[in-house]
């Protein structure tokens, strides 16, 4: 079975295609500015060579379009015809607390991802163009929709609710949800593989950290708690968002500065964080630079990030009573050597100890670089989304078609 599977932005697609057979992917690429009559379509078949092109590429729908044509292109394709893909799926960034798992798309689950407009206004609405785009491509195409969210459903009421009046929880649903779950969940799942132990046995705390970051206190499997909440702002300093800080100040900024809730929303999102701190930049790699030449502002975004992050550790530790493993995933987490560095040496206290020859090794392959007698383990595992949605969406139709099977032959 292939599978398609699609990450829909307001202005952008991201895909891969998936032979199940090995769970290999077949073809990836992207769709930019769409919208606009300059779009960047690029597409990247196995063994074949790429393609990176520029057009007029109006709405989700022409994207989509756009796309297909590519992977069943005579020179850059992969596929014979539409036919070989039998299931797409896709991203959703809020679930809420309707959808605890994946479930295959049908017209109850796409009016219950409307009404969860309010909780993701960014996002749910571009995941449902992309619904929508893929059915007037592809009609009749089964298609799966896999949330970030779910993954942390299994936090307690007292780890997911906040101290404020219990009307607006049942009222609005303010509540913390969570956030990056399908990574949460898949690099926990692989440590445990390499660990050797069943990660019903193990405490782990898994490190999410990119331009967006969270982290999540994992205890035999399951989430029990997790940075973000209501909304990705919420937790670890991130690239431009905030992450923490006293809510007092969205009020006191308010009045002193005479800001919109609409700018100063923007304030916390896209002007905050690492960016804010450093003057000039939410890039790790551009703050790690300038920091070792020297760069005061740099290296206080810097250590600002690191120590935030190790009271997260420090904290969901205590969560769960212990530690077993720490796993460093996503753009910062698998490849800056020195925020691992940092993080890690503030955490001796637990039994860890960090492997400096290990941590130094460029390298994109899952691998520990605790010692080996570390107490406890340390690993970078590269995430992978995607390879989730086209599992999730893989199962769901394959159940689906047991079912019917199932049905026709009880009706014999």
Avoid: W
């Avoid at 709405?59 to 893909?85: F, Q, Y």
């Amino acid at each position: 079975m292939k599978i398609l599977v699609i990450n829909a932005g307001s202005s952008s697609i991201k895909y891969q295609l998936y032979n199940m057979k090995d769970e290999s992917v077949l073809a990836s690429g992207r769709v930019e500015r769409i919208g606009t009559e300059s779009a960047i379509v690029t597409h990247e078949p196995a063994g074949k060579p790429g393609v990176r092109e520029v057009s007029e590429i109006l709405d989700h729908v022409t994207a989509v379009r756009r796309v297909l044509d590519l992977l069943l292109h005579r020179e850059h394709g992969v596929v014979a015809s539409i036919a070989e893909i039998e299931a797409v799926g896709h991203r959703v960034v809020h679930g809420g607390e309707t959808f605890k798992a994946s479930v295959l798309v049908d017209d109850e689950v796409k009016r219950r991802i409307r009404d969860l407009f309010d909780l993701a206004p960014l996002h749910n609405p571009a995941a449902m163009m992309g619904i929508n785009a893929v059915e007037q491509n592809m009609p009749n195409m089964p298609q799966a929709v896999v949330f970030d969210t779910a993954f942390h459903q299994t936090m307690p009421r007292h780890a997911y609710l906040y101290p404020i009046p219990m009307a607006l929880y049942r009222r609005h649903k303010i509540r913390r949800y969570g956030f990056h779950g399908t990574s949460h969940f898949y690099v926990s799942e692989r440590a445990a593989e390499m660990i050797g132990k069943p990660i019903s046995e193990l405490k782990m705390i898994t490190c999410h950290i990119g331009n967006g970051a969270s982290c999540a206190a994992i205890l035999g499997g399951k989430s029990v708690d997790t940075s973000m909440g209501l909304t990705p702002l919420e937790g670890l300093m991130m690239g431009t968002r905030s992450g923490d800080i006293d809510p007092a100040v969205v009020p006191f900024v308010m009045s002193k500065e005479e800001l919109t809730l609409s700018e100063v929303n923007s304030m916390l999102n896209k002007h905050s964080g690492m960016l804010a701190i450093s003057g000039f930049s939410g890039d790790m790699r551009e703050i790690v630079e300038a920091m070792e030449d020297g760069d005061r502002n740099a290296k206080l975004a810097f250590d600002m990030f690191c120590y935030r992050l190790r009271k997260y550790v420090g904290a969901y530790a205590a969560v769960m009573n212990g530690l077993d493993a720490i796993v460093f995933t996503a753009g910062i987490g698998e490849n800056s050597t020195h925020v691992r560095k940092a993080v890690c040496e503030g955490l001796t206290f637990l039994g860890l100890q960090l492997d400096e020859a290990a941590n130094q090794q460029r390298s994109k392959d899952a691998r520990f670089i605790s010692t080996p007698d570390s107490r406890v383990k340390v690993l970078v595992v590269p995430t992978n989304e995607e390879l989730i949605i086209a599992r999730d969406t893989f199962r769901l139709v394959s159940e689906q078609k047991q079912a019917g099977a199932s049905l026709v032959t009880r009706g014999q």
